[in-house]
């Protein structure tokens, strides 16, 4: 943050979706990258339907919504950048710039990282990127500012997952809402205010002694889990009594897992990293992402995976498929859950989970659906 | 002596209940109603006369269905499961060499794969949280056509050529039914399609689990004979015939696990998570930033 922005008090706020976004740019440029993934709430959704459609995914649906609600959060950025993951979003995206006079921006982002092509076109993306933020801001974006940008939210990844090894312990110490916290302070806090929680709370709770007996150990794999969607969380952890040890999606433990290059010029080490983070189900090909899966069931000795994909989004119900075959292979049992944000299906969520964890419980490691 | 054991199913729509004495099978039913404590304490009641015993010679209970969560019966312990395991363990009780069921209630579908060694649930489906392919789908096709629902599947029977119902929605499938109404098709025919359009949702449920026999058909719409016969149309399985009414599959494998249970001594998991006072500022500097307040 500039000196005379502080001053003035007009540091300009960036918003975005979608964790593909290089937010040390933003931050380089003196204004603060937040994401905006509250979601949760069906009457939200409900409103973000005048503009979209009933079949379009309760995450999209609730941003557009959430602009329509004139959520002050959302009301609250100057500008929105979209690196377009998925199609859904993307209309979304235009859709509040359309119809709520919200500035944006949108990127690109390559399906194949492993192509020269991607590499090169990337990094000319997050160039682009870079010039908009600076008018944005009026601000310059320089290298030693996005050096330095790169080595914080460095040091701020590599601490949510050291507290996120924690819970690899038998009696894991820290709760699956209560990671959902922490990641949560790493979207929406500066980052060096989330570095002192990070911190803080990695001495308090390293120093734990968990004791009781060894909870279900499970992975949430899937589609996002938006801020304000705990019900699901909530339910497993705190009314059924297993541990989710281990996210395998976006507001989880996996855009934590790899850091960014401190090693290579920094547009490059953007563009690199960015298209090297452990992959969403949008990236090709696909067998990346279950073989990431895989290591993080295999490094959290997980005995189950509730696999969650919201109503209407097509790139993760689809990619279950795949995801299930594999995991029925190596035997871990999968629950596939449909969620949205209605509140009217708990009865059955309840039923669902608590017959898969009688059946884990029983020792039987087929899957269920 | 500890022999007798008691399952409750209180289901969307009925609740269900079955007293174990050593082998002989009580049981009782009634509509859930608004209070499921008052449900669950008629139900007992009602079987303990059936019986002839006393509450306090009940060793244990086990609760299943939508309301088993909040059940408590003073002093005697009381545990709770899921239908899904419990419709496998009264099947499999009933008639051990069941592989596949399909459970058919008032608000949701399942099908369920069992272990013929022990009853216990290998795998399970269930419908999406709508009407479509369960008992009260049925229930409002049947008043539209004029007909209680006990009724559907006896006219059902008497199709010559069954209609074409598409829809899975309870609210399109009304409207289709009214229009099958004005171009004169037989009440017959219409109750038939509507067999058929459910059996052909169930049977894909039961499709994703696999079909293997003996296959059972459990839950409040398995009294339903016209619907039994559709899905064995529609599944090219054949039921297998039990010696109680299968509604009560829920409820007895309920007691089932009572017994079970009170041999192992399963004490009731009680897990609950506090919050820890560590996060309690960061919650709140994290409300004033949703808020936009920071």
Known sequence: MTEQNKEAGTQKRAGYFCIYTPIEVIAAAGATPIRLFKGGDSIVVNSGEVYTRSYFCQFAQYSVGAFREDDPLYRSIDKIYHFNTCDQMKKGVEAIGEFFDVPYKMLCLPRERNRDASRQFMQREVEFFRKDVEELTGNPVTDEGLREQIRKYNQARQWVKRLSELRKQDVPPLTGGEFLDIVKAFYYLPVETSLKYFEEFYSHIAAEKASGERPIRLMISGGIIADGDRRLIDLIEKELGARIVVE?????????????????????????????????????????????????????????IIYVSLKFCSCYSISKNSFTKRFHGLEIPVLDISADYSENDLGQLRTRIGAFFELIRKGDSHAAA | MNDKFLGLDIGSRTAKGVLLVGDTIHTAIRPTGFHMQETGDALVKELLLKAGIRKSDITHIVGTGYGRITLDFDGIPYG????????????????????????????????????????????????????????????????????????????????????????????????????????????????????????????????????????????????????????????????????????????????????EHAASNTVKHESRLKDRDLFASLREELGRVREAAA
């Open chain 1, 248 to 304: 395998d999606h976006c507001t989880g433990l996996r855009p934590f897992y790899y850091p960014i290059p401190e090693d290579k010029p920094p547009l490059q080490a953007l563009s690199d990293g960015y298209l090297d983070t452990a992959p969403c189900a949008r990236m090709k090909p696909l067998e990346e992402r279950l073989d990431f899966s895989q290591k993080l069931a295999d490094e959290y000795r997980i005995d189950a």
């Open chain 2, 80 to 259: 709770d499961v899921t239908e899904i395991s419990c419709h496998a363990k009264g099947a499999h009780y009933l008639h051990p060499n069941t592989r596949t069921i399909v459970d058919i209630g008032g608000q949701d579908s399942k099908a369920i794969r069992v272990d013929p060694r022990n009853g216990k649930v290998v795998d399970f489906v269930l419908n999406d949280k709508c009407a479509a392919g369960t008992g009260k789908f049925l229930e409002m096709i049947a008043t539209s056509i004029g007909l209680t629902v006990e009724e559907l599947g006896e006219v059902a029977l008497k199709a010559e050529r069954p209609a074409r119902v598409t829809s899975q929605c309870v609210v399109f499938a009304e409207s289709e039914v009214i229009s099958l109404k004005a171009q004169d098709v037989s009440q017959a025919d219409i109750a038939a399609g509507v067999h058929l359009s459910v059996a052909r949702r169930v049977g894909n449920l039961l499709s994703r689990v696999g079909i293997e026999s003996d296959v059972v058909f459990t839950g409040g719409v398995s009294k339903n004979k016209g619907m039994r016969r559709a899905l064995e149309e529609v599944t090219k399985a054949n039921f297998v015939d039990l010696r109680l009414d299968a509604q009560y599959a829920g409820a007895l494998g309920a007691a089932v696990y009572a017994r």
